[in-house]
């Protein structure tokens, strides 16, 4: 009787310390998201250049798919390869925020940010890109104007990722 006495107060004190670690996450997030930090930071505005308003130019790139398409799957996996090492030099040297593809079948394959101001600096990193020199992929270029802490996206994505592309 002892040992059920002991087994039913081991099992309601994990359920409790369970539901306490799982509100204490949801403090957690509330109390960064309400916290004085979350104040206006002159210094990280200069550092990443933002304007008044937290925002900054960039340069999208909408991947479509390009006009030569008819490569075996060897050289498709090999241009795909590749591909994702440019995608990792780009963010790594900080030119691409953010990149990634759709999840449909439809002629616009994939985005990128680029972390540059004119659609002259964006159309010379797309010419780095093996998808886009071997034909399987072409660029739309637009102007784009968005959220300076964009920027951070790919320091963040590492401490979420457990496997690098």
Not at 36 to 64: H, N
Not at 73 to 94: F, P
Request: aromatic share 8%.
């Amino acid at each position: 009787m002892y040992q059920i006495f002991a087994i039913f107060i081991l099992v309601i004190g994990l359920q409790i310390s369970c539901k306490n670690n799982t509100e204490k996450a949801t403090y957690d997030i509330e109390k960064i998201n309400k916290s004085p930090e979350m104040t206006y930071d002159s210094l990280l505005a200069r550092q990443l250049g933002v304007d008044d308003y937290g925002m900054k130019p960039y340069v999208m790139a909408f991947l479509l798919a390009g006009p030569n398409r008819n490569q075996d799957s060897l050289e498709i996996q090999k241009i795909q390869r590749a591909h994702l090492d440019n995608i990792n030099r780009m963010a790594e040297e900080g030119k691409l925020v953010l990149a990634g593809p759709f999840l449909d079948e439809g002629e616009v394959k994939g985005i990128y940010i680029f972390n540059v101001s004119t659609i002259e600096e964006a159309e010379q990193l797309t010419k780095t890109d093996p998808a886009i020199i071997s034909g399987r992929l072409k660029m739309n270029l637009k102007p784009w104007y968005g959220s300076g802490a964009i920027i951070e996206l790919n320091k963040l994505h590492h401490k979420i990722a457990k496997n690098e592309i």
